[in-house]
């Protein structure tokens, strides 16, 4: 999967979990420019604005992140086949982080979590994803859902919702090949 098309399966996911259409992003953004996720992009860019116009700015509502999810990310890079990308949903309250995180070309996955650093940086952990939020769906294709609240008991506090805002948090996938990381994405404001 290039960046192009995995930034389309981003933006088609989130349309996708905001009704906005009627196929999983993961099997219909393969169709190139005539693939439900390229006209999303047309009709917004054409109505003005581009992806960004019609944002929920802080305190109306549920607040959209997204992840191209790539080698290159980590530090320091590494050469891989495997890419993901993944949509998050902040709620209103700030209390509660959902997210849908597919991962493609990857045979298997020894750890996965969420980390706070800075594009670039690498960071601690602030949360694990537990092995039954990871789900095989194909032969190296992997879903990763679940919530994330200011409940757990690695908690989503204050503090990261300030770093996931900022765009200081990524998700990062390890390997038995690369146990450091083999695909990182960082998390990002839409």
């Known amino acids: 999967m290039n960046k192009h098309t995995a930034i389309l399966t981003a933006v088609a996911a989130m349309a996708w979990m905001f009704g906005c259409g009627q196929q999983d992003p993961v099997s219909s953004t393969s169709g190139g420019a005539d693939s439900p996720a390229a006209k999303l992009v047309v009709s917004r860019t054409k109505a003005g604005g581009g992806l960004g116009a019609g944002r929920m700015q802080s305190g109306e509502g549920p607040r959209v992140f997204s992840a191209v999810i790539t080698g290159d990310q980590e530090v320091p890079g590494v050469t891989t086949e495997g890419s993901g990308t993944g949509t998050f949903t902040l709620n209103a309250a700030k209390t509660q982080l959902s997210f849908k995180i597919t991962i493609h070309d990857l045979s298997a996955i020894a750890a996965a979590h969420f980390h706070n650093a800075a594009t670039g940086i690498n960071g601690g952990v602030v949360r694990g994803f537990a092995a039954s939020e990871i789900t095989q769906i194909g032969t190296d294709t992997?879903?990763?859902?679940?919530?994330?609240?200011?409940?757990?008991?690695?908690?989503?506090?204050?503090?990261?919702?300030?770093?996931?805002?900022?765009g200081s948090l990524y998700v990062n996938f390890h390997t038995a090949d690369h146990k450091a990381g083999e695909l990182r994405g960082q998390v990002e404001p839409l």
């Not at 879903?143 to 996931?164: C, E, H, I, K, M």
Request: charged content about 10%.
């Open 142 to 166: 992997w879903r990763v859902n679940g919530v994330w609240t200011s409940s757990d008991t690695q908690a989503l506090t204050p503090a990261l919702v300030q770093a996931l805002e900022a």
